[in-house]
Protein backbone atom coordinates (compact mmCIF):
# COMPACT_ATOMS: atom_id res chain seq x y z
CA UNK A 1 0.00 0.00 0.00
CA UNK A 2 1.35 3.49 -0.93
CA UNK A 3 1.68 5.31 1.96
CA UNK A 4 3.98 8.09 4.25
CA UNK A 5 4.62 6.68 7.65
CA UNK A 6 5.10 8.80 10.52
CA UNK A 7 6.84 7.88 13.88
CA UNK A 8 5.87 8.20 16.72
CA UNK A 9 2.30 8.85 16.51
CA UNK A 10 2.25 10.69 20.14
CA UNK A 11 5.17 12.10 22.00
CA UNK A 12 5.07 13.98 25.27
CA UNK A 13 8.90 15.42 26.41
CA UNK A 14 10.52 17.59 28.42
CA UNK A 15 12.25 21.30 27.38
CA UNK A 16 15.93 20.58 26.17
CA UNK A 17 15.52 16.73 25.41
CA UNK A 18 16.83 15.87 21.78
CA UNK A 19 13.67 13.89 19.70
CA UNK A 20 13.30 12.65 15.99
CA UNK A 21 10.49 12.38 14.65
CA UNK A 22 10.58 9.69 11.41
CA UNK A 23 8.67 9.75 8.14
CA UNK A 24 9.44 7.27 5.37
CA UNK A 25 7.25 7.23 1.98
CA UNK A 26 7.21 3.77 -0.47
CA UNK A 27 6.05 5.46 -3.19
CA UNK A 28 9.41 6.75 -5.04
CA UNK A 29 8.91 9.83 -3.82
CA UNK A 30 11.49 13.21 -4.96
CA UNK A 31 9.65 15.70 -2.89
CA UNK A 32 9.46 16.26 0.98
CA UNK A 33 7.95 18.13 3.35
CA UNK A 34 7.42 19.04 6.81
CA UNK A 35 4.34 20.92 8.37
CA UNK A 36 3.22 21.86 11.93
CA UNK A 37 -0.39 22.53 12.47
CA UNK A 38 -1.49 24.91 15.17
CA UNK A 39 -5.26 26.01 16.29
CA UNK A 40 -6.04 29.39 14.51
CA UNK A 41 -2.68 29.37 12.43
CA UNK A 42 -3.21 26.12 10.14
CA UNK A 43 -0.39 24.45 8.79
CA UNK A 44 3.11 25.84 8.24
CA UNK A 45 5.91 24.58 6.21
CA UNK A 46 8.62 24.10 8.04
CA UNK A 47 11.11 22.15 5.91
CA UNK A 48 11.02 20.98 2.31
CA UNK A 49 13.45 18.91 0.28
CA UNK A 50 13.42 18.53 -3.59
CA UNK A 51 15.66 14.89 -3.61
CA UNK A 52 18.23 13.52 -1.83
CA UNK A 53 20.78 15.57 0.00
CA UNK A 54 18.77 18.75 -1.40
CA UNK A 55 16.90 20.91 1.72
CA UNK A 56 15.48 23.61 2.09
CA UNK A 57 13.48 26.26 5.10
CA UNK A 58 9.83 26.47 4.67
CA UNK A 59 7.84 29.66 6.89
CA UNK A 60 8.86 28.74 10.13
CA UNK A 61 12.21 26.08 10.28
CA UNK A 62 13.66 28.16 13.62
CA UNK A 63 13.94 25.43 16.35
CA UNK A 64 14.12 22.21 13.47
CA UNK A 65 16.55 20.44 11.79
CA UNK A 66 15.97 17.75 8.74
CA UNK A 67 18.16 15.75 6.64
CA UNK A 68 17.56 13.55 3.55
CA UNK A 69 20.16 10.96 2.85
CA UNK A 70 18.17 8.34 1.42
CA UNK A 71 15.26 9.14 -0.96
CA UNK A 72 12.19 7.71 1.05
CA UNK A 73 13.24 8.78 4.74
CA UNK A 74 13.12 12.53 5.67
CA UNK A 75 12.95 12.77 9.40
CA UNK A 76 12.50 15.95 11.84
CA UNK A 77 14.93 16.78 14.71
CA UNK A 78 14.37 19.05 17.36
CA UNK A 79 17.90 20.02 19.18
CA UNK A 80 16.70 21.06 21.99
CA UNK A 81 12.81 21.45 22.06
CA UNK A 82 10.34 23.92 23.46
CA UNK A 83 7.06 24.57 24.67
CA UNK A 84 6.53 26.31 21.47
CA UNK A 85 7.04 23.52 19.80
CA UNK A 86 4.16 21.74 21.05
CA UNK A 87 2.18 21.03 17.74
CA UNK A 88 0.41 18.43 15.37
CA UNK A 89 3.19 17.68 12.74
CA UNK A 90 2.55 16.71 9.39
CA UNK A 91 4.95 15.02 7.14
CA UNK A 92 3.99 15.23 2.81
CA UNK A 93 5.60 13.56 -0.13
CA UNK A 94 4.94 13.99 -3.58
CA UNK A 95 6.28 12.49 -7.17
CA UNK A 96 8.56 15.89 -7.71
CA UNK A 97 8.06 19.57 -6.59
CA UNK A 98 5.26 21.13 -8.25
CA UNK A 99 2.12 22.70 -7.56
CA UNK A 100 -0.39 20.38 -9.00
CA UNK A 101 1.56 17.10 -7.98
CA UNK A 102 -0.33 15.66 -5.41
CA UNK A 103 1.05 16.04 -1.93
CA UNK A 104 0.53 12.99 0.32
CA UNK A 105 0.12 12.82 3.93
CA UNK A 106 1.43 10.98 6.81
CA UNK A 107 -1.25 10.57 9.37
CA UNK A 108 0.72 13.04 12.37
CA UNK A 109 2.68 13.23 14.77
CA UNK A 110 1.35 15.40 17.94
CA UNK A 111 4.46 16.31 20.34
CA UNK A 112 3.53 17.83 23.60
CA UNK A 113 6.61 19.38 25.26
CA UNK A 114 6.73 19.87 29.09
CA UNK B 1 1.78 37.09 8.95
CA UNK B 2 -1.32 34.65 7.34
CA UNK B 3 -1.20 35.05 3.94
CA UNK B 4 -4.57 32.36 3.11
CA UNK B 5 -6.85 33.20 5.20
CA UNK B 6 -10.11 31.06 5.82
CA UNK B 7 -12.66 33.38 7.77
CA UNK B 8 -15.62 31.18 8.99
CA UNK B 9 -14.12 28.50 11.39
CA UNK B 10 -17.20 26.28 10.50
CA UNK B 11 -20.20 25.54 8.57
CA UNK B 12 -22.94 23.50 8.55
CA UNK B 13 -25.69 22.52 5.91
CA UNK B 14 -28.32 20.30 5.14
CA UNK B 15 -27.44 16.89 3.20
CA UNK B 16 -27.93 17.56 -0.35
CA UNK B 17 -27.89 21.20 -0.17
CA UNK B 18 -24.71 23.11 -1.60
CA UNK B 19 -21.67 23.43 0.94
CA UNK B 20 -19.47 26.42 -0.07
CA UNK B 21 -16.26 27.19 1.87
CA UNK B 22 -14.46 30.85 1.20
CA UNK B 23 -10.70 31.34 1.13
CA UNK B 24 -8.87 34.57 0.99
CA UNK B 25 -5.24 35.40 -0.01
CA UNK B 26 -3.20 38.41 -0.05
CA UNK B 27 -0.09 37.50 -2.43
CA UNK B 28 -0.71 38.62 -5.41
CA UNK B 29 2.46 35.71 -6.23
CA UNK B 30 0.64 32.49 -5.81
CA UNK B 31 -0.03 30.94 -8.80
CA UNK B 32 -1.87 28.05 -7.70
CA UNK B 33 -4.54 26.55 -5.38
CA UNK B 34 -5.10 23.83 -3.92
CA UNK B 35 -8.07 22.21 -1.52
CA UNK B 36 -7.54 19.40 1.16
CA UNK B 37 -10.00 17.46 2.84
CA UNK B 38 -8.86 16.50 6.44
CA UNK B 39 -10.99 13.67 8.81
CA UNK B 40 -9.62 13.50 12.49
CA UNK B 41 -6.55 11.55 13.31
CA UNK B 42 -5.71 11.45 9.45
CA UNK B 43 -3.41 13.81 7.46
CA UNK B 44 -5.11 15.84 5.11
CA UNK B 45 -5.54 14.57 1.52
CA UNK B 46 -6.00 16.71 -1.42
CA UNK B 47 -9.28 17.23 -3.00
CA UNK B 48 -9.20 19.80 -6.25
CA UNK B 49 -6.72 22.42 -7.44
CA UNK B 50 -6.69 25.49 -9.82
CA UNK B 51 -4.09 26.93 -11.73
CA UNK B 52 -4.07 31.06 -11.39
CA UNK B 53 -5.16 31.03 -14.88
CA UNK B 54 -8.35 29.49 -14.54
CA UNK B 55 -11.55 30.67 -13.36
CA UNK B 56 -12.94 27.65 -12.45
CA UNK B 57 -12.14 23.77 -12.05
CA UNK B 58 -14.72 20.99 -11.56
CA UNK B 59 -14.62 17.43 -10.55
CA UNK B 60 -17.64 15.65 -10.14
CA UNK B 61 -19.17 16.90 -6.90
CA UNK B 62 -16.52 19.73 -6.27
CA UNK B 63 -16.29 23.10 -8.15
CA UNK B 64 -13.78 25.60 -7.31
CA UNK B 65 -13.68 29.55 -8.46
CA UNK B 66 -10.98 31.13 -8.34
CA UNK B 67 -11.38 35.59 -8.54
CA UNK B 68 -8.15 36.81 -8.86
CA UNK B 69 -8.95 40.50 -8.84
CA UNK B 70 -10.86 39.85 -5.06
CA UNK B 71 -8.23 37.32 -4.34
CA UNK B 72 -10.62 35.05 -3.50
CA UNK B 73 -11.61 31.09 -4.35
CA UNK B 74 -14.73 29.29 -3.10
CA UNK B 75 -15.02 25.66 -3.30
CA UNK B 76 -18.32 24.44 -3.86
CA UNK B 77 -19.98 20.55 -2.74
CA UNK B 78 -22.99 19.82 -4.85
CA UNK B 79 -24.64 17.85 -3.04
CA UNK B 80 -23.49 17.88 0.23
CA UNK B 81 -23.36 14.23 1.80
CA UNK B 82 -22.51 13.24 4.91
CA UNK B 83 -19.36 12.32 4.43
CA UNK B 84 -18.48 15.38 3.51
CA UNK B 85 -17.95 16.43 6.77
CA UNK B 86 -14.69 17.28 7.36
CA UNK B 87 -12.06 19.83 8.05
CA UNK B 88 -11.27 21.73 4.24
CA UNK B 89 -7.77 23.68 3.97
CA UNK B 90 -7.50 25.97 1.07
CA UNK B 91 -3.58 26.18 0.10
CA UNK B 92 -1.61 28.14 -2.02
CA UNK B 93 1.94 28.27 -3.94
CA UNK B 94 4.31 30.47 -4.84
CA UNK B 95 8.71 30.02 -4.53
CA UNK B 96 8.59 26.27 -4.21
CA UNK B 97 6.38 27.05 -0.97
CA UNK B 98 2.62 26.14 0.11
CA UNK B 99 0.69 28.12 2.54
CA UNK B 100 -2.37 26.76 4.39
CA UNK B 101 -5.39 28.45 5.30
CA UNK B 102 -6.68 27.76 8.95
CA UNK B 103 -9.28 25.41 7.85
CA UNK B 104 -13.05 25.39 8.23
CA UNK B 105 -14.92 22.66 9.44
CA UNK B 106 -18.39 21.55 8.01
CA UNK B 107 -20.78 19.72 9.05
CA UNK B 108 -23.17 17.90 6.86
CA UNK B 109 -26.14 17.04 8.57
CA UNK B 110 -28.66 14.04 7.52
Known amino acids: EAQVTQNPRYLITVTGKKLTVTCSQN?????MSWYRQDPGLGLRQIYY???????DKGDVPEGYKVSRKEKRNFPLILESPSPNQTSLYFC?????????????FGPGTRLTVL | DQQVKQNSPSLSVQEGRISILNCDYT??????FLWYKKYPAEGPTFLIS?????DKNEDGRFTVFLNKSAKHLSLHIVPSQPGDSAVYFC?????????FGTGTSLTVIP
Open chain 1, 92 to 104: ASSLYLAPNNEQF
Open chain 1, 27 to 31: MNHEY
Open chain 1, 49 to 55: SMNVEVT
Open chain 2, 27 to 32: NSMFDY
Open chain 2, 50 to 54: ISSIK
Open chain 2, 91 to 99: AAYTGNQFY
